[in-house]
C-alpha cells in the first residue's frame, strides 16, 4: 500500500509542507539511488516524501526530537482526546474560548493520564495557533479553545522504509560526508524563530548555524532556511570580500512567502545542489 502524506500526521513546529511541490521537482535533478540523509530529521516529512518520490533509494532519518515515538504512541493520544473531545461538547462554537469551568475538567482529565503524554498534539488541539507547552505545569496555566481536531490522527506507514537514527548532526554527515552518493537534507532550526518543541534548544547560538554551513560544502544537498536568519546574506558578503568560499555557490534557491499572521510575514528558502551535475 502506498502512503503519501502532504503534511506531518502529528503537529510539529517547521514542518515543510509548504515546500513539498517545489521539492519534489527538485528531486527530480537527483539520483533514484542516491542516499538521502535528514540530518535534523524533525516530523520526517522530508524522509517521508524522498521514500515515496525514489522508492528505491536510501533515506535515513535523524530523529533527533523524537517524533517517531510520538507517532508510536498515537493511539494512546487518540484516547486522550477523544475524551477531551467530548468535555469540550458542551461548547458548540469552535474556536471559541472554553470556559472556567471546562478548562478545569480538561486539566482533570489530563492530570489522571499515566506515562507518555504528546504534550505538542495537545497544544495543538487546545491553545491558540502556534502557541505550545513541553508539561504539564505549563499547560495548567494557558486558557483553552474549542479548537480539539474531529477525528483520530492516522500515521500509517508514515516511516515505511526509512531508516532511522538518534545521533548528533555531525556524528551523522561524518558518516556519509565521503559516499558520493550521499545527498544531505539539511533543515535546522530557523535562527531568530522560535524552536519552543525543538530538542535542545540553548544549543543553537549563531556559531552552531554556521557550522551547519559545513555540511553543505562540497556536498550535494537540500538547505532550508528563512529571510529572518540572512545567513544567506551573510555567507554572499563573506564570499565578495574573500573571507571565505560562499558554501552555496551554484545552488538553486526557491522562496515562498509565509504568513503567521496578517501582519507578521516572512519567506522560507530552499536551496539545493546537485555537485555531480
Known sequence: MTYNYVQAPLPFQGQKRRFLKSFKEALKTFP???????????????SHTVKQFYPGSQVVYNDFDGYSYRLENVQKTNSLLSDIREICSVSKNRKEKLSDEINTEIIARISKEQGFIDWVTISSNLLFSMNYVTNFEQLKKETFYNKVRLSN?????????????????????????????????????????????????????????????????????????????????????????????????GSTTVSINTSLTHNAKYDDIMLYRNKND
Request: net charge negative; charged share 20%; glycine share 6%.
Open 32 to 46: 533514484e539511488d542516491a542516499i538521502y540523509i535528514d540530518l535534523f530529521g524533525g516530523s520526517g516529512l522530508l
Open 153 to 249: 490522527y492516522h500515521v500509517d506507514g508514515y516511516l515505511e522504509g526509512v531508516s532511522k537514527v538518534s545521533e548528533d548532526y555531525l556524528s551523522l554527515y561524518a558518516k556519509y560526508k565521503n559516499n558520493p552518493k550521499s545527498v544531505f537534507l539539511v533543515d535546522p532550526p530557523y535562527l531568530s524563530t522560535n524552536c519552543t518543541t525543538y530538542t535542545n534548544t540553548d544549543y543553537w547560538k549563531l556559531s552552531d548555524y554556521l557550522n551547519v554551513l559545513n555540511t553543505v560544502e562540497n556536498s550535494s544537498y537540500f538547505y532550508f532556511t528563512s529571510n529572518k536568519s540572512q545567513i544567506i546574506e551573510l555567507c554572499e558578503w563573506m564570499g565578495k570580500r574573500g573571507y571565505f568560499r560562499n558554501p552555496f555557490d
